[in-house]
């Protein structure tokens, strides 16, 4: 487990494809069981430990985590969220390069449960609900374009579906339109930093999560 950051109040991990932030079905270790089990033996504490989910990333998402370290913590960071607080930066790998280096996307999302999956929609539709980022592309190859993505939003699946809306589906997303799986298993999507004043200390907080170590990460990010 790859710890970035950790407090008295708050607890940073960068996620590895695959990993799921919290249980589901498939009853597989979630990784805020792995950070209990780190913090239950960093500090030699006994009985259960708490670790409370501030937010997920999509099991084939890898990047930035934040847990909390106590309830008050907790709902701090809720409310922080909440408030749009919070700046999220993201970085997708990409086959087809958007027709504009730099712009803003527009939708509006609806979940559909069943397929877990959401369309998206210029106009607003029954149940929609309003999704914004910003886009720029800050690396290219020959075969692939690299985007830093500003969410302004949080929706479901919505950096996914608002990209693949544009045109430009995030590598080895099946879901979403493209047209290979990546050999991991995952989507070419890191949740690279967020930047927050700490619920607690009121000090501004920065947590950058190091991109996956993969030959085409490294050469999007080294080469440009």
């Known amino acids: 487990m790859n710890v970035l950051y ?84 993201y970085w997708a790998i990409v086959k087809n390069p958007p027709k504009e280096n730099e712009g803003t996307l527009k939708h509006y999302l609806v979940r559909n449960e069943k397929l877990n999956k959401s369309f998206a929609y210029d106009t607003p539709k029954a149940n929609s609900k309003e999704a914004i980022l910003n886009y720029k592309v800050i690396g290219k190859s020959d075969n692939y374009t690299l985007l830093e993505i500003d969410l302004l939003t949080g929706r479901h699946h919505q950096i996914r579906c608002q990209l693949a809306a544009m045109g430009c589906p995030i590598k080895g997303d099946l879901k979403y339109g493209f047209p290979r799986s990546n050999n991991d298993a995952g989507i070419s999507l890191h949740a690279h930093c967020i930047e927050f004043i700490h619920p607690v200390s009121k000090e501004p907080i920065k947590i950058i999560a190091p991109y996956p170590e993969t030959d085409i990460w490294n050469k999007l990010i080294i080469n440009n």
């Open 6 to 89: 950790e407090d008295n109040h708050l607890i940073a991990v960068n996620k590895a494809v695959g990993e799921i932030v919290q249980g589901d079905k498939t009853g597989d270790t979630p990784l805020v069981e792995s950070v209990k089990a780190y913090l239950k033996e960093k500090y030699n504490k006994p009985g259960n430990v708490f670790c409370g989910v501030t937010h997920r990333l999509d099991r084939p998402v890898s990047g930035v985590v934040i847990f909390a370290k106590t309830s008050k913590a907790l709902e701090r960071f809720n409310e922080m969220l909440r408030a749009h607080n919070l700046k999220k930066t």
